[in-house]
């Protein structure tokens, strides 16, 4: 059964997330899952507890939400959310388009008891991505995600850092291409393609 050895990767997940932040009991574990993650919700609720009996998971609440299929269309650029089974651009109907989001299954958030929660440990950046990319191997069929994941980790990494930079330099694009090390016309490009709103006269 797959659903239980993503259980037990998560119980894995959950047990390092509780000793890094004091050693308490998981109270309640939120998840986030694909329609195309190849994890069925009702068989995770399932094979959880028999994967967290006698783990400091065990008798937590676990709480799973349904993402939705978003798609990139290369004919328009639009994003928008795509049945899993008819994976067209939701603005022109186009079929030549790219999954963005919708095979993942992530680790939202988790609820620790107060009674021994400690201070976080800060998590160095390379274990947090290590972290989530262990769930999401995990969380697909023989842990292989479907092609491109390259692509689509890289730009869960530079959406946030052009956006945050783009924030501390007020919009200014050729201040943030300087802090980044980025050409200007290259940062412009990503701005582009990773759809990242520009706010301008700010700075
Ligand atoms: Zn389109």
């Given at each position: 059964?797959?659903?239980?050895?993503?259980?037990?990767?998560?119980?894995q997940q959950l047990e390092a997330v509780s000793a890094a932040n004091g050693g308490g009991r998981v109270e309640l574990a939120r998840?986030?899952?694909?329609?195309?993650?190849?994890v069925e919700a009702a068989l995770l609720r399932h094979a959880f507890p028999l994967a967290s009996a006698g783990s400091i998971a065990e008798g937590a609440e676990l709480v799973i939400e349904t993402a939705?299929?978003?798609v990139h269309c290369s004919?328009?650029?639009?994003?928008?959310?795509?049945?899993?089974?008819?994976?067209?651009?939701?603005a022109c109907n186009s079929f030549r388009v790219r999954m963005v989001s919708g095979d993942e299954m992530m680790l939202e958030s988790v609820e620790l008891s107060a009674a021994t929660a400690a201070p976080a440990e800060p998590e160095s950046m390379a274990q947090s991505v290590e972290r989530h990319l262990r769930a999401y191997f995990a969380s697909?069929?023989?842990?292989?995600?479907?092609?491109?994941?390259?692509?689509?980790?890289?730009?869960?990494?530079?959406?946030?850092?052009?956006?945050?930079?783009?924030?501390?330099?007020?919009?200014?694009?050729?201040?943030?291409?300087?802090?980044?090390?980025?050409?200007?016309?290259?940062?412009r490009k990503k701005i582009r393609e990773l759809e990242i709103p520009v706010v301008r006269g700010l700075g």
């Open positions: 059964m797959h659903e239980l050895a993503v259980c037990q990767a998560l119980v998840l986030r899952v694909g329609p195309l993650s190849g939705s299929v978003v004919e328009c650029g639009a994003r928008t959310d795509a049945a899993p089974n008819r994976m067209l651009c939701g697909h069929k023989d842990g292989l995600p479907a092609s491109g994941v390259y692509d689509r980790v890289i730009a869960e990494v530079e959406r946030p850092l052009i956006r945050l930079t783009l924030a501390a330099t007020r919009g200014n694009q050729i201040k943030a291409a300087a802090v980044l090390g980025l050409n200007r016309n290259t940062l």
